[in-house]
C-alpha cells in the first residue's frame, strides 16, 4: 500500500486531484490480499469481499461528488465544472450552519459579537485575493498552508472527525462553491 498512499500524496502535493485508477491502487492491493493467505476459510474469504466491496462503494462515491480541478500558481483559476455562482446564495452558505464562516470569520453584515475570529476577517478579501484564489482556499485552503485549521469544504478523504451526514460527500457541492466565491468577491 506504500506505493499508493505514495501516489496520493504525489498527486495532491502537485496540486492535482488523485485520478479515479490511483485512488482505486489500494482496492486492488487489498483485493490481492484477500485473495492470498487471508482466505483460509470460506468465511475469511466473504469478510474480505464485503470489506472490499465497501472500500469500493464509498471510493467511486467520492469519485462522483468532486468535479476534476487544478491548482496552479496557488489558485483554481477555473470555476468547478464550468458553473456560475451566485452572490446571494454565497452569502446565504456563508452565514448558514452548513458553511459556518463565521464560527471562525468576522464577516460584514453579520452580529459580529456572534463570529469567532480564529481565521482572518473577510472584509475586504475581494480585493485581495482573486476569484481563484478564493476558490482555492474554500475548497481545501491546507494546499496554500498544511498548517490550516480550516476545514476542506470540497474535499472528502483525509478529514477526521466528520458527521455522518457529510461522511462520503464534500461539505459543499461543486455549485455551493461557486456561490461562496461570488460572495467573497464581492467583499470589496
Given amino acids: 500500500m506504500g506505493t499508493c498512499n505514495q501516489g ?3 498527486a495532491r502535493r502537485i496540486g492535482v486531484e488523485p485520478t479515479p485508477p490511483l485512488r482505486m491502487c489500494m482496492l486492488s492491493r487489498f483485493a490481492r490480499v484477500a485473495r492470498s493467505a487471508l482466505c483460509s476459510s470460506a468465511r475469511a474469504c466473504s469478510l474480505a469481499l464485503a470489506l472490499v466491496l ?3 462503494a464509498s471510493a467511486s462515491r467520492a469519485d462522483d461528488d468532486l468535479l476534476p480541478f487544478r491548482v496552479e500558481a496557488g489558485a483554481i483559476n477555473e470555476a468547478l465544472g464550468g458553473l456560475s455562482g451566485e452572490a446571494a ?3 446565504a452558505l456563508v452565514f448558514s450552519r452548513t458553511a459556518n464562516c463565521v464560527l ?3 464577516v460584514p453584515g453579520g452580529d459580529s459579537q ?3 475570529d480564529l481565521g482572518p476577517p473577510l472584509d475586504q478579501v475581494g480585493a485581495r485575493l482573486n476569484a481563484g ?3 482555492l482556499r ?3 485552503s491546507s ?3 498544511p498548517q490550516s485549521i480550516m476545514p476542506a469544504y470540497y474535499r472528502v478523504e483525509g478529514r477526521v472527525r466528520v458527521a455522518a451526514a457529510f461522511a462520503g460527500h464534500p461539505v459543499l457541492d461543486a455549485q455551493g462553491i461557486e456561490d461562496v466565491v461570488r460572495y467573497l468577491e464581492t467583499l470589496r
Avoid: T
Fill in 138 to 140: 474554500v475548497v481545501d
Fill in 8 to 10: 496520493l500524496g504525489r
Fill in 133 to 135: 484564489q478564493l476558490r
Fill in 54 to 56: 465497501v472500500f469500493a
Fill in 104 to 106: 471562525c470569520h468576522q
Fill in 89 to 91: 446564495r454565497g452569502r
Fill in 114 to 116: 456572534a463570529m469567532g
Fill in 143 to 145: 494546499r496554500i498552508n
